[in-house]
């Protein structure tokens, strides 16, 4: 099963940029959606952004549209999630998740997601 593993985390003042590296490894992610999560102390897991198998197709929260970018790169079995005009709020643990269904557009409910990664801290202060 693929093992995904996110990187690029960190501290960042209210209004910067931060870019989440999720790297795959045992098998491709080339037939997978992909999406991205991200848990706040005491508060249940939600979905931040998805892409479709194709990268042709893109799904995000309202909370992030317009700040938030999703892509991948197939040959490098690597997703990126680039942060922009962050905020407090935004402060979480980011997980990236593999949906293992073969080509599939991508769904904003983490049960459709077969495998996980260990998540980045992502902290953005005011």
């Known amino acids: 099963q693929v093992q995904l593993v996110e990187s690029g985390g960190g501290l960042v003042q209210a209004g910067g940029s931060l870019r989440l590296s999720c790297v795959a490894s045992r098998a491709t992610i080339r037939t997978c959606a992909m999406g991205w999560f991200r848990q706040a102390p005491g508060k249940e897991r939600e979905f931040v952004t998805s892409?479709?198998?194709?990268?042709?197709?893109?799904s995000y929260a309202d909370s992030v549209k317009g700040r938030f970018t999703i892509s991948r790169d197939n040959a490098k079995n690597t997703v990126y999630l680039q942060m922009d005009s962050l905020k407090p709020e935004d402060t979480a643990v980011y997980y990236c998740a593999a949906d293992l269904r073969p080509y599939s557009d991508g769904a904003s409910v983490a049960s459709k997601y077969g495998s996980w990664g260990q998540g980045t801290q992502v902290t953005v202060s005011s």
């Open positions: 892409i479709s198998w194709s990268g042709g197709s893109t």
